[in-house]
């Protein structure tokens, strides 16, 4: 079965750039969740959506961080203008319908650089 | 509110050993507890979960008890392998249905 697919693996780029990452969750999975991985950190949830809805955004940085999930399904997370302290892995997530007790199914992550 | 704490590591163990990571955990209600693996080069999976107090989860032969009276989800494993190397994360999920994660345990098995 596919899993959860990121794009691109790795991007490095100079602040005040911007980046883009893109996610493919697992067909039919209604919940997705964009994580934030700093080195030596657990995972942070930036965003979570239920099919095309935001759920949650609380810890999203909203003055520079956006993402969106288009016809429920594929989802883009965005950063613009970059900062130094972004370097960070970004996790996309998805579970079937975003119970208590579900199972979460991590992509590879994108390694963002910002030099 | 929701957070976990987690054993620091780096652990360094020999093959065979006994492994515990331990987990304590700050939550609202009755949530739902997991340990998520990360293999080298690898993403996160769930290793294993238990949803209410007691329950106990168990998989690839670790095991976790869910321990309400002391808001515990250690994790163990008897013997552990090489291949058992990897980043351990404890996390929560409770009635605001957000996963916290703990800081994670690097784990690394010598053979």
């Known amino acids: 079965e596919a899993g959860v697919a990121q794009s691109p693996r790795y991007k490095i780029i100079e602040k005040r750039q911007s980046v883009a990452f893109w996610c493919n969750p697992i067909s039919g999975h209604a919940t997705l969740y964009w994580y934030q991985q700093i080195l030596g950190q657990g995972p942070k949830l930036l965003i979570q959506f239920q099919n095309n809805g935001v759920v949650d955004d609380s810890q999203l940085p909203k003055d520079r961080f956006s993402a969106e999930r288009l016809k429920g399904v594929d989802s883009t997370l965005k950063i613009q203008p970059a900062k130094l302290e972004d370097s960070a892995v970004y996790l996309c997530a998805s579970s079937l319908e975003g119970g208590r007790g579900e199972k979460l199914f991590f992509g590879s992550g994108t390694q963002l650089s910002v030099l | 509110g929701n957070s976990v704490t987690q054993m620091e590591g780096p652990v360094t163990l020999s093959e065979e050993a006994f492994l515990t990571i331990n987990c304590t955990y700050t939550a609202t209600g009755y949530p739902s507890l997991f340990w998520y693996v990360q293999y080298p080069g690898e993403g996160l999976q769930l290793l294993l979960k238990?949803?209410?107090?007691?329950d106990k989860g168990s998989n690839k032969g670790f095991e976790a008890t869910y321990r309400k009276e002391t808001t515990s989800f250690h994790l163990e494993k008897g013997s552990v392998q090489v291949s058992d190397s990897a980043v351990y994360f404890c996390?929560?999920?409770?009635?605001?249905?957000?996963?916290?994660f703990g800081a994670g345990t690097t784990v690394t098995v010598r053979a």
């Open positions: 238990a949803t209410k107090a007691d």
């Open positions: 996390a929560l999920r409770s009635n605001d249905y957000k996963l916290s």
